[in-house]
């Protein structure tokens, strides 16, 4: 019997860059929501993987969540034979990959003569060498930023402060390694070590372990880890992890391509966001901060955009995978604690990324669905300030909050992407509001429900969208329906005007009823892809993507869409959702590509609710939109739930 694992593909959507986007991910081998992530490396960052490169510098440890937030805590580990070239690029070489898959990754370089297997553990993983040559083998560790290695034998520990932004003073990678053989030489480099090893060696095993709280942790989990495993040991141990995780949804399409799809996605919604726990020699957890340097007990999560996660993500954890999300809820409690506020997008502190606090949906969402086994009195201290308190930073808050409480709205004189900032924020209040209910505070949750229908500000029924709006009441002219940025982010009116999730019936009215609202939503299918750039000034690969998918207006490339097409079932037209939500699975999506930018296991897990035949419209509300779907039905196997 296949493996589920053995159903992944972890190079779906890797043939991608910054101009169009089919993922843009990387092969990942590593733990579900995993510490440290290895990957292949073709080419420099931050697309620094691409499948058509036909040389691969090394594996890389990496950290990065997107290739627009670029890698921190980053090193490479290349193989080779000959002269020690000036840089890993210059080293690079043919390669060909014998298999990728989430706990293994087994590589041939035919030009070399060295085959390199990989296996994954919770805080390292296992490399082994093997090469057909009598010549040296030499191994080379290479750094973008500041570094020290030091080596003792078969031993080998250092640091690098490698980071790119959000990280408090003094952050940096510890790592722990041991070879299997003593090597011959030591080659200090300006960029990194290299370690020759003795003519006629055919096989070295390098054991290699990091931590972000420091050397001893680093050596602890590579004694307790690696040391005494066996490569197929660890290899095993990951395979039945991810086999766990993965066979909690069933899937018995008769389509191989589909099943390989739906396992592909599945696995990249189990990869964020990131467990930034490590053990202790006691077995206790730990983590190091990002958020204020320090190191704390307990778990702690980072890499995540809320933006994006919080629509599909977290949803599908509370609905298949409870136990793991209560881990997760727990760790964001502690960055909050530490940061002060939620965040919106850390990587690993907290970063400068997209507007609203959706974490607030996180937090209501796991309420409504009865995930309760988490300190959630504790949190809602941090959701009343970004309800309540005005942030001036982008890092967290909401900008411009004192204007939505005062008008009603966000004025476009005085903030950009105001209109999505009025709907981002009406929803947000709303899902506050839940967790106060929840939590029994009528006045926070009475005082919320006076601002929740504040989206009917910037709804202009003259031209039948969400329009800017300035200070003094007037609409910002001229209008546009095409046009992008502005008042709307990463979209333009078409994208955003029926982003109200918690009140279908006030949105249907706001269109002159059901009927009227659902012709709407036929028009956004049928209506050309047309679009203006506006003040992007260039087309962005979200507009490319949406212009050549086929959709109209839909743009499924980018989260502001995906509830959409589930409007048609509120509205009493579930044959319609069936319908276009079977032609995008079968379009758009596939066991090599995505339909863009994967955006931390979002544009995954709407595939796997797709053919759920669910779909959680309205995260913080009970309740899921039911539907037909696309081939065969999946299912959660509840008997293997804790």
Not at 15 to 39: A, E, M, R, V
Not at 161 to 175: I, K
Not at 349 to 359: A, E, N, S
Not at 470 to 481: I, K, T, Y
Request: aromatic content about 12%.
């Amino acid at each position: 019997m296949t493996s589920l694992v053995d159903l992944v593909n972890p190079l779906q959507g890797t043939t991608s860059d910054k101009n169009f986007s089919t993922g843009n991910t990387l092969p990942i081998t590593s733990l579900p929501f995993g510490l440290h992530h290895w990957s292949l490396q073709t080419r420099e960052d931050p697309w620094f993987f691409h499948p058509g490169d036909r040389k691969l510098w090394g594996i890389r440890l990496t950290h990065q969540p997107s290739p627009w937030m670029l890698d921190y805590g980053a090193l490479l580990v290349s193989a080779f034979h000959g002269p020690i070239a000036e840089t890993p690029a210059l080293q690079s070489s043919a390669y060909r990959i014998v298999e990728c898959r989430p706990h293994v990754t087994r590589l041939q370089l035919p030009g070399q003569g060295i085959d390199i297997s990989l296996a994954p553990a919770p805080a390292g993983l296992l490399l082994v060498f093997e090469t057909r040559s009598e010549a040296p083998l030499k191994i080379r560790l290479s750094f973008r930023q500041e570094f020290s290695v030091e080596t003792s034998d078969t031993l080998v520990h250092g640091r690098t402060t490698d980071n790119s932004g959000g990280v408090p003073e003094g952050f940096g990678l510890s790592f722990c390694g041991r070879f299997s053989d003593r090597p011959r030489h030591v080659h200090s480099l300006p960029n990194g070590t290299c370690w020759e090893f003795a003519p006629g060696t055919r096989r070295v095993e390098l054991r290699l372990a990091a931590s972000f709280i420091d050397g001893t942790i680093a050596r602890y989990a590579l004694a307790s880890q690696l040391d005494g495993h066996s490569f197929s040991e660890i290899e095993g141990s990951a395979a039945q992890t991810w086999d766990a995780l993965l066979g909690r949804l069933d899937f018995p399409d008769p389509e191989d391509s589909r099943r390989r799809t739906f396992y592909s996605c599945l696995y990249r919604t189990l990869l964020f966001p990131r467990l930034l726990t490590e053990k202790d020699p006691s077995g206790n957890d730990i983590h190091y901060s990002p958020y204020d340097g320090a190191v704390h007990t307990g778990p702690l999560c980072t890499d995540n955009g809320f933006w994006d996660t919080y629509r599909t993500v977290y949803p599908l954890l509370a609905h298949a995978f409870p136990d793991q999300l209560t881990t997760i809820l727990q760790g964001w409690l502690n960055a909050c604690k530490q940061a002060g506020w939620t965040p919106k997008w850390p990587s690993p502190g907290l970063k400068d990324c997209m507007i609203g606090t959706h974490f607030d949906a996180v937090a209501a969402d796991a309420v409504a669905r009865g995930i309760t086994g988490w300190d959630v009195e504790a949190v809602f201290p941090f959701l009343w300030r970004n309800a309540t308190e005005q942030s001036s930073d982008g890092r967290f808050g909401r900008q411009g909050l004192e204007d939505f409480i005062q008008l009603g709205y966000l004025p476009a004189d005085r903030h950009r992407y105001s209109v999505s900032a009025t709907l981002d924020y009406a929803y947000g209040d709303f899902c506050v509001m839940q967790v106060a209910r929840h939590l029994g505070r009528t006045r926070e949750a009475e005082l919320l429900s006076t601002r929740i229908g504040n989206y009917r500000n910037v709804f202009d029924p003259s031209v039948g969208f969400m329009r800017e709006r300035n200070s003094d009441g007037s609409w910002l002219r001229p209008f546009g329906e095409f046009r992008w940025g502005g008042g709307f982010i990463e979209g333009g009116p078409w994208q955003h005007s029926f982003h109200v999730p918690h009140d279908i019936p006030g949105l249907a009215s706001l269109f002159g009823g059901e009927a009227a609202l659902e012709a709407k939503l036929d028009a956004m299918l049928s209506t050309p892809p047309l679009f203006q750039v506006g003040h992007y000034g260039f087309e962005i690969h979200e507009m490319t993507e949406m212009a050549m998918a086929g959709f109209g207006q839909y743009a499924h490339s980018n989260q502001p869409v995906h509830g959409y097409l589930f409007l048609y079932a509120l509205l009493g037209q579930p044959e319609k959702t069936s319908h276009w939500v079977r032609k995008v699975c079968d379009e758009l999506y596939g066991p090599e590509k995505l339909p863009g930018d994967e955006d931390n296991g979002e544009m995954s897990a709407w595939y796997i609710w797709a053919n759920l035949g669910l779909f959680p419209h309205c995260p913080g509300r009970p309740g899921l939109v039911s539907f037909q779907p696309p081939h065969t039905r999946a299912s959660v196997r509840r008997d293997l739930l804790p």
